[in-house]
């Protein structure tokens, strides 16, 4: 049984960061890559960032970039999301994602970001 669990959500002035942790547990050796995705209201669910240890690449969405940072803790299989500078436009809904190398993708509840302005 896989079980993501984000925590670090809360609400921030704009300019001002937040850190958005993942904790994995269950069959995390299976996985390859772990990522963010936001949902705003009214819009569609977006990636943010994304990192596959294997490859050895972090990819990040054009309008988080130099903002925002994604990072792995490997012996607490938790994946963090560091954002700095954020933005009213930030606002939305975080999930963590994580993909397993038998074809199987898993979701996290969903935290939640609000940016004031």
């Known amino acids: 049984q896989v079980q993501l669990v984000e925590s670090g959500g809360g609400s921030v002035q704009a300019g001002g960061s937040l850190r958005l942790s993942c904790a994995a547990s269950?069959?995390?050796?299976?996985?390859?890559?772990m990522g963010w995705y936001r949902q705003a209201p009214g819009k569609e669910r977006e990636l943010v960032a994304r990192f596959n240890w294997g490859a050895g690449i972090k990819a990040y969405t054009d309008s988080v970039k130099g903002r925002f940072t994604i990072s792995k803790d490997s012996a607490k299989n938790t994946v963090y999301l560091q954002m700095n500078s954020l933005k009213a436009e930030d606002t939305a809904i975080y999930y963590c994602?994580?993909?397993?190398?038998?074809?199987?993708?898993?979701w996290g509840q969903g935290t939640q970001v609000t940016v004031s302005s």
């Open positions: 994602n994580a993909r397993a190398n038998y074809g199987s993708d898993y």
């Open positions: 269950g069959r995390t050796f299976s996985f390859y890559e």
